[in-house]
Nanobody, 120 residues
Framework: QAQLVESGGGLVQAGGSLRLSCAASLRTFSSYVLGWFRQVPGKEREFVAA????????RYAESAKGRFTLSRDNAKNTVYLQMNSLKPEDTAVYYC????WGQGTSPDYWGQGTQVTVSS
């Protein structure tokens, strides 16, 4: 059964950095588009970024461009989200996702989420 486990969330001051990791148990890790969404209480989940199955252009939400970097390590079955220049509006629960057939916007699997809190 597929499982995604996030780590690396926490509390950071505005302007700081965090690196989220997601360890994935997927039968064919390289066959999935991997990504991150985030959610603030009372709002819908928001797409953050997605990395294609085997290279290619990584997609970022406008809010993440220039500050966040998504990468995947197929040898370690892990995906990372490096977040720099964090802002209070980045505060959310961040979810790792895996999409088998699509482009990452309608994931088949979700992690349990990790809280990121950015203080002003």
């Amino acid at each position: 059964q597929a499982q995604l486990v996030e780590s690396g969330g926490g509390l950071v001051q505005a302007g700081g950095s965090l690196r989220l990791s997601c360890a994935a148990s997927l039968r064919t890790f390289s066959s999935y588009v991997l990504g991150w969404f985030r959610q603030v209480p009372g709002k819908e989940r928001e797409f953050v970024a997605a990395v294609p199955r085997n290279g290619g252009s990584i997609r970022y939400a406008e809010s993440a461009k220039g500050r966040f970097t998504l990468s995947r390590d197929n040898a370690k079955n892990t995906v990372y989200l490096q977040m720099n220049s964090l802002k209070p509006e980045d505060t959310a629960v961040y979810y790792c996702t895996a999409d088998r057939w699509g482009q990452g916007t309608s994931p088949d699997y979700w992690g349990q989420g990790t809280q990121v809190t950015v203080s002003s």
